[in-house]
T-cell receptor, first 114, second 113 residues
Framework: GENVEQHPSTLSVQEGDSAVIKCTYS??????FPWYKQELGKGPQLIID?????GEKKDQRIAVTLNKTAKHFSLHITETQPEDSAVYFC?????????????FGTGTRLLVSP | DAGVTQSPTHLIKTRGQQVTLRCSPK?????VSWYQQALGQGPQFIFQ???????QRGNFPDRFSGHQFPNYSSELNVNALLLGDSALYLC????????????FGSGTRLTVV
């Protein structure tokens, strides 16, 4: 089955710096890669996603890149703000199965210091 | 528009007991998935329900069972609780016609003592 590895487990940056979180997946059939932000006491919230027919996607300060050959995908946050502090999860799935099952990474705790 | 509602928010159970967790999906959604999130880990897929049937199941024992009602709400039941069942249980709803559009609830924190 699919396995998703995520690094780093913790990331501390200064406000205004950029943050990069990296994930690798094992199943070449995976074709959908969402990123979730989880704040304390809340459920995961989708912040951006990418499908395997696209190499990069941007949404304001957030971008995701995908390298299908290497089975890598990354989340980039620019101009970080204290409110970006949270746990971020990457996930992968195969949309062709018709099932909506996500396999998550182990999470990255991002701390943005003022 | 209410999102996904889960109840209770917290509960404490004793080993060997049984527990039922409840989920009301986002308005308009017809599919409910359940995930287990152990402390410091990513969510793990338990199972998914659509049209009151279990569509797919993750690597969880039969002690974990579920149900979906005609109004699309769902229950997760866990029997013979183990200490290792302590976790945050997340419900996510979506539309079967849209491959992905998961909306997660805030979860139920289960502690087994």
């Amino acid at each position: 089955g699919e396995n998703v590895e995520q690094h780093p487990s913790t990331l501390s940056v200064q406000e205004g710096d950029s943050a990069v979180i990296k994930c690798t997946y094992s199943d070449s059939a995976s074709n959908y890669f969402p990123w979730y932000k989880q704040e304390l006491g809340k459920g995961p919230q989708l912040i951006i996603d990418i499908r395997s027919n696209v190499g990069e996607k941007k949404d304001q300060r957030i971008a995701v890149t995908l390298n299908k050959t290497a089975k890598h995908f990354s989340l980039h946050i620019t101009e970080t703000q204290p409110e970006d502090s949270a746990v971020y999860f990457c996930a992968a799935s195969d949309e062709n199965t018709g099932f909506q099952k996500l396999v998550f990474g182990t999470g990255t705790r991002l701390l943005v210091s003022p | 528009d209410a999102g996904v509602t889960q109840s209770p928010t917290h509960l404490i159970k004793t080993r060997g007991q049984q527990v039922t967790l409840r989920c009301s999906p986002k308005s308009g959604h017809d599919t409910v998935s359940w995930y287990q999130q152990a402390l410091g880990q990513g969510p793990q897929f338990i199972f998914q329900y659509y049209e009151e049937e279990e569509r797919q199941r993750g690597n969880f024992p039969d002690r974990f069972s579920g149900h979906q009602f005609p109004n699309y709400s769902s229950e997760l039941n866990v029997n013979a609780l183990l200490l290792g069942d302590s976790a945050l249980y997340l419900c996510a709803s979506s539309l079967i016609s849209q491959t992905y559009g998961y909306t997660f609830g805030s979860g139920t924190r289960l502690t087994v003592v």
